[in-house]
């Protein structure tokens, strides 16, 4: 690893899934270095491999072939837990669909990820939590259930559960996917202002034009390798 | 640290509460099965305690001892085919029962033997032969008369019912053959000719025309000889009903209340008491296979009243008859007919009016209380054997008095009972010996003695015995037996010293491992003593009866399994239902960092939740039944029931032991069921969350 600097080290990266007797190949030889305190967006039409490539660096899945270096640690080597704990302690996660916890209120979703670590206390949590909460401006409704917020404000709960345990990368699949343009670029302009507060690196996947001009490093893909990498 | 998993508990019940529908499938399972195992649990256990109660404290005691030279197992109740089985005999009670008395916790040893004798009860035709002979022996001129017409009458209706009667044909050979020769009787010539030898006629009356009676009569009793004393002090259930206790030292007999009134009462009479328990019992006879049958068969029976009634019982019968059924055209045989056409409607005045205007004239049982019986048994060795006994009264076993169990056994002291089966004392044997040394005979073997006894015919032995009144067989006829005899007393140790053939011992610990222990120890001791006896606990004493309890909780058992068997299934249905429904999340919080074993535990905590407050109302459930059982008392439907209940009425009663093994099953099989869907959980792909679908 050459770069002390990259956060994520991709190396001819395949992966193929196997779909009945035959094979659909979803990242061809992928070449990637995505550096500390990147905002960078992966862009490609449907199909091209986004997810897959997302996947990978967010140690859910491992490549079939090639080396997916993330945070030092080269994923296809270690074990589920060791992957969980690295995605505990390392990684933030946003979903197209914002996966929250449907049982749990606003601070009880953001703090969920505190409590799997287990590091703070109680009082230390909610201090934590109650302002990563008023960042996304959520604090009006910090006791209510996901099923009671619009998809925007079930997105910054995302965001804010991404971030409160100050994660060294954050990743998120189309986070814009599912709401309307406006609401998507103000969960973008939250993200960035994270980013630039922060230092947190974000690689987040989007069809959107307009959310791909936000990004200061543009990656490309197209039928499963990349076509084009810009900063 | 510890808050991870208090949230994981927050979120197990609030899934609890979101996934509504599996919750209460997967919890009224739950309650149902812990209710039905504390239900049924507490109540098998109150029939077991029933059926102990009603087995030990009616005849059996804790254990039974008999010698170890028995060829069946010991079945006190008998056994599957209704035969009594060969146990031996234990030709030294007293060596015994000092042994065991020694025995700590043994509270009592009573002695006993369980045979049948045949109650030679004579009938009404026997009855009536004998008044007419003695008629003819005191020369009473006009009485001959009186009762020769009476008995001419008789004949002819007996003879044509039994031979108009198509049973009594398809009887067999025998029967025909006896009724051929029966119907000499039935000519005017017979009748002609009787006062010419009158002695001749009636033997023929006797020989020929009463063993046709005897078809419908024959009555085998089942006794249990024993000391009388020793077993009212010991069985708690004993209960006199009728007449007197046998006094102590004295030969006597004890009817069983519930043969006697059942099995003993004139059989019209019984046939109508059974349809008004039924009645008073909240039935109708319409309603009931049984009580319709024994209806329809009563009008059969009347005959049974027609040979009791005297000439002049019988006019007045056909007049009061005639008028109550308001038929004057018609003769007694019909009009009897007439009047046992009972129905749910007319029963009860009918009933009433059996009692009131035919009882008086009929005897309502055949042997009364104060009466002296024969009783006729073949020994073992098949000898056929007959004793006087005086009846005393009748007894019950408390509670138990529908049950079959309760009805089972007539009592009698046991030196009848050893004469019966000429089971002798060593005084008898001793007895035997010398008579045998007088006759140059050297060794005396028992089953020799007995054939001496019963066999060949004109040893000086047999006369000897036979001479003491030991024998009143071939004599027959109730009206010959001498009192004295009869009510010969006897010295209450020889109840000890002789032959028994089982011996029930009871203990003042009864539980379990103090009847095991009881066990064991007596086993010992008697072996120490070289007895040659076996011991063996009430269950497997009591035969087929006693393995009830063991087969109640096998069955209790195996509905327990099944229900748990399915309730397994539906769980863990339902809940990988639940697990594929929750893909999404679960994968999610992988996604986040939540560990396999967290998901995995998420599952556990749920189902145990669930069990415990659903087991925990399925207790409530079924303590709930429990205490109203036990406040109402479970009513037993028929004999058997009485048994198993140990009375008319079951008060189960539950203990913490119930409650917690149902918990603990229920939980248990509810974890167990939640094993795999929590694996299948722990498998799912944090890559699912990424899924864009739903
Ligand atoms: N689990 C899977 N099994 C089989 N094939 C898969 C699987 N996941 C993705 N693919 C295939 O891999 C290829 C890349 O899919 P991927 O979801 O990464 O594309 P994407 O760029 O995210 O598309 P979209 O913009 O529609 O989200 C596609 O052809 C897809 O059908
Ligand atoms: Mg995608």
Same mark, same amino acid.
């Not at chain 2, 030294?92 to 045979?115: E, H, L, Q, T």
């Given at each position: 690893m050459s770069n002390p600097n990259a956060i994520v080290h991709i190396q001819d990266a395949h992966k193929v899934y196997p779909l009945g007797h035959t094979e659909v190949v979803a990242l061809r030889g992928i070449n990637l270095t995505i550096e500390r305190g990147e905002f960078a967006a992966i862009a490609g039409p449907s199909g091209s491999g986004k997810t897959t490539l997302l996947n990978l660096i967010g140690c859910v899945d491992v490549a079939t072939r090639g080396e997916v270096i993330v945070c030092g640690q080269a994923t296809q080597t270690l074990s589920d837990t060791v992957l969980t704990r690295l995605r505990l302690l390392k990684l933030g996660f946003i979903f197209q669909s914002f996966n929250l916890v449907s049982v749990l209120d606003v601070f009880q979703n953001v703090e969920f990820p505190l409590l799997l670590q287990g590091k703070l206390s109680k009082a230390e949590r909610k201090v934590l939590v109650e302002s990563i909460i008023e960042k996304v401006g959520l604090t009006g409704q910090r006791g209510q259930r996901p099923a009671q917020l619009s998809g925007g404000q079930r997105q910054r709960v995302a965001v804010a559960r991404a971030l409160v345990t100050r994660p060294e990368l954050v990743l998120a699949d189309e986070p814009t996917a599912n709401l309307d343009s406006e609401t998507g670029e103000r969960i973008i302009d939250l993200m960035r202002d994270l980013n630039h507060a922060e230092g947190t690196t974000f690689i987040f996947s989007t069809h959107d034009p307009k959310i791909m001009e936000r990004a200061d490093r543009l990656v490309h893909i197209a039928d499963g390798r990349i076509v084009e990498s810009t900063r | 640290m510890n808050d991870k998993w208090t949230l994981l508990w927050q979120i197990a019940l609030r899934n609890l509460r979101a996934h509504r529908r599996k919750s209460l499938i997967v919890g009224f399972i739950l309650f149902l099965a812990t209710g039905i195992i504390v239900f049924?649990?507490?109540?098998?256990?109150?029939?077991?305690?029933?059926?102990?109660?009603?087995?030990?404290?009616?005849?059996?005691?804790?254990?039974?001892?008999?010698?170890?030279?028995a060829k069946d197992k010991l079945a006190l109740y008998g056994d599957e085919f209704a035969s009594m089985p060969d146990i031996g005999l234990m030709l030294?009670?007293?060596?015994?029962?000092? /042994?065991?008395?020694?025995?700590?916790?043994?509270?009592?040893?009573?002695?006993?033997?369980?045979?049948?004798?045949?109650?030679?009860?004579?009938?009404?035709?026997?009855?009536?032969? !004998?008044?007419?002979?003695?008629?003819?022996?005191?020369?009473?001129?006009?009485?001959?008369?009186?009762?020769?017409?009476h008995v001419r009458a008789v /004949?002819?209706?007996?003879?044509?019912?039994?031979?108009? !009667?198509?049973?009594?044909?398809?009887?067999?050979?025998?029967? $025909?053959?006896?009724?051929?020769?029966?119907?000499?009787?039935?000519?005017p010539e017979f009748w002609n000719t009787f006062d010419a030898d009158r002695l001749a006629a009636l033997e023929f009356l006797e020989n020929k025309i009463s063993p046709l009676e005897t078809h419908l009569s024959d009555a085998w009793v089942q006794f249990l000889g024993t000391d009388l004393d020793a077993f009212e002090a010991n069985f708690d259930r004993f209960k006199l009903v009728e007449g007197t206790r046998v006094p102590k030292g004295k030969r006597g007999f004890l009817f069983n209340h519930g043969f006697y009134e059942e099995y003993l009462k004139h059989?019209?009479?019984?046939?109508?008491?059974?349809?008004?328990?039924?009645?008073?019992?909240?039935?109708?006879?319409?309603?009931?296979?049984?009580?319709?049958?024994?209806?329809?068969?009563?009008?059969?029976?009347?005959?049974r009243v027609l040979y009791?009634?005297?000439?002049?019982?019988?006019?007045?019968?056909?007049?009061?008859?005639?008028?109550?059924?308001?038929?004057?055209?018609?003769?007694?045989?019909?009009?009897?007919?007439?009047?046992?056409?009972?129905?749910?409607?007319?029963?009860?005045?009918?009933?009433?009016?059996?009692?009131?205007?035919?009882?008086?004239?009929?005897?309502?049982?055949?042997?009364?209380?104060?009466?002296?019986?024969p009783l006729q048994a073949y020994t073992r060795s098949g000898y056929s054997k007959s004793v006087n006994v005086k009846v005393y009264g009748t007894y019950t076993f408390e509670g138990l008095e529908k049950s079959d169990i309760g009805k089972a056994f007539n009592l009698v002291d046991l030196i009848t009972f050893?004469?019966?089966?000429?089971?002798?004392?060593?005084?008898?044997?001793?007895? /035997?010996?010398?008579?045998?040394?007088?006759?140059?005979?050297?060794?005396?073997?028992?089953?020799?003695?007995?054939?001496?006894?019963?066999?060949?015919?004109?040893?000086?032995?047999?006369?000897?015995? /036979?001479?003491?009144?030991?024998?009143?067989?071939?004599?027959?006829?109730?009206?010959?037996?001498?009192?004295?005899?009869?009510?010969?007393?006897?010295?209450? !140790?020889?109840?000890?010293?002789? $032959?028994?053939?089982?011996?029930?011992?009871?203990?003042?610990?009864?539980?379990?491992?103090?009847?095991?222990?009881?066990?064991?120890?007596?086993e010992a001791a008697t072996k120490a003593a070289d007895l040659n006896v076996k011991v063996v606990g009430w269950q497997e004493a009591a035969g087929m009866v006693g393995q009830l309890a063991v087969v109640a909780r096998l069955i209790l058992y195996v509905i327990v399994f099944l229900l748990l068997l399915v309730a397994v299934v539906v769980i863990n249905n339902s809940m990988v239902i639940a697990t594929m429904e929750r893909v999404k999340e679960i994968g999610t919080m992988r996604a986040i960092g939540a560990s396999r074993r967290y998901i995995a535990s998420l599952f556990v905590i749920e189902t145990f939740v669930l069990g415990l407050v659903a087991g925990g109302l399925g207790v409530v459930g079924g303590v709930t039944g429990i205490v109203f059982w036990q406040a109402v008392g479970l009513p037993a439907q028929n004999a058997f029931m009485t048994f198993l209940f140990s009375g008319p009425r079951l008060h189960p009663d539950v203990s913490l032991t119930h409650i917690l093994v149902a918990l603990t099953l229920t939980m248990f099989f509810a974890l167990l069921s939640t094993l795999y869907p929590a694996w299948l959980a722990s498998r799912i792909r944090p890559v699912t969350a990424m899924a864009e679908d739903g």
């Open positions: - | 049924f649990g507490a109540l098998v256990d109150a029939v077991d305690a029933g059926m102990t109660r009603s087995v030990t404290q009616s005849a059996a005691g804790h254990l039974q001892i008999h010698s170890a030279d030294d009670f007293a060596a015994v029962a000092k /042994v065991v008395r020694a025995v700590p916790n043994v509270k009592a040893i009573v002695p006993m033997g369980i045979d049948f004798a045949m109650s030679s009860q004579g009938n009404e035709m026997d009855r009536w032969l !004998a008044s007419l002979r003695q008629a003819v022996r005191d020369g009473d001129e006009p009485k001959i008369v009186e009762r020769r017409d /004949v002819k209706r007996m003879y044509d019912e039994l031979s108009g !009667a198509k049973e009594m044909v398809s009887a067999g050979g025998d029967f $025909v053959k006896q009724l051929a020769d029966a119907k000499r009787a039935t000519e059989r019209v009479a019984r046939v109508l008491d059974a349809l008004k328990r039924h009645r008073d019992e909240g039935h109708s006879i319409d309603d009931d296979a049984e009580a319709r049958g024994k209806r329809d068969r009563l009008v059969g029976q009347y005959r009791q009634l005297d000439l002049a019982a019988g006019v007045k019968l056909e007049a009061e008859l005639r008028t109550y059924l308001a038929q004057n055209e018609a003769d007694l045989p019909t009009l009897l007919q007439e009047l046992l056409k009972v129905n749910d409607s007319n029963f009860d005045e009918r009933y009433a009016w059996f009692y009131e205007h035919i009882a008086p004239h009929i005897e309502l049982y055949p042997v009364k209380i104060g009466d002296v019986i050893r004469e019966l089966y000429a089971l002798m004392t060593p005084e008898r044997m001793a007895e /035997v010996q010398a008579l045998r040394e007088k006759s140059g005979i050297k060794d005396v073997k028992r089953e020799g003695a007995e054939a001496e006894l019963f066999g060949g015919g004109d040893t000086e032995l047999e006369k000897t015995v /036979v001479a003491r009144g030991f024998d009143e067989f071939g004599e027959g006829g109730i009206g010959k037996i001498s009192r004295s005899d009869a009510e010969e007393g006897f010295d209450p !140790a020889e109840l000890e010293r002789g $032959v028994a053939i089982n011996a029930a011992v009871l203990l003042h610990d009864a539980s379990t491992e103090a009847q095991a222990t009881a066990l064991l120890a007596i």
